[in-house]
């Protein structure tokens, strides 16, 4: 478990150095071919900032009320209220907030910026399908989720890749009504590579970023199965869980494709997905890794 958290972060930390090196390139090659001295370079890094700011105080609050979440108290559900107070104790976090979404759907979610602002989202469906055992698995997944800080990596990346999708557009638009094409680039044969490669860039570059973002979601839910279990120090329970979850067809009228992510099972339920287009790895993979565990 251990090896599989120290190798999901590694390959985690170079996805995220692509993503920022993805916008400064789209920038670069924009500012090139359009001809401008590195204007645009800096204003993608001014509003990657802005966007990323705008997500890191204000993410959760968004992914919450999309979904139609509703903070509840002990009172209101003593079970899940005691059992997320027990794991946060063992996880050494403090007591998260405790949303209900009212969906037959079987799903949870966790978003914050850190532990001390962090908010499990869990719905009527799961609570009602699952035992204690697999409940505490599923939650014990969730705040694996906020004890590795994944929700302000996963909110970061989402920023970045509608960041990239943007500026390739706005950059599109500009060359449309021109730029300032100075001398210097706007011919010859290297600015014939320039503008090639720039324009293959742009038409791809949200394409890939899509692909980088759900290649990230992946790793951290395998990272979040492996040290859930640190907590639980019971396998069967999240593997019991993930079986009922993964048999459910009922899908979220709230989820969206940009909240998918998030979730510990896809919620879109969408038969066209792929594996390679998919926010989450193979539910089956999952639990041949956690019954490899005991």
Known sequence: MYSQIDSNKRKTGILMAIFLAFIISIAWFADQYLGYNYELVIFAIIISAIMTLVSYYKGDAIALVSTGAKQITEEENQRVFHLIENLSITAGVPMPKIYLINSPALNAFACGRDPEHASIALTTGIINALTDQELEGVIAHEMSHVKNYDIRLMTVVVVLVGTIALLSNWFFRIRMFGGKRNNDNGGGQLGGIIM???????????????????????????????????????????????????????????????????????????????????????IEDRINKLRGMI
Do not use: C, Q, W
């Open 196 to 282: 090639i490669v720039g324009l293959i860039l742009l038409i791809l570059s949200p394409i890939i970023a899509e692909l980088i973002k759900l290649a990230i979601s992946r790793k951290r839910e395998y990272l979040a199965d492996a040290d859930g279990v640190l907590l639980t120090r019971y396998p069967e329970g999240l593997a019991s869980a993930l079986e009922k979850i993964s048999s459910s067809n009922i899908p979220m009228a709230n989820a969206s494709a940009a909240t998918a992510h998030l979730f510990i099972s896809n919620p879109l339920k969408a038969k066209s997905f792929t594996g390679l287009f998919s926010t989450h790895p193979p």
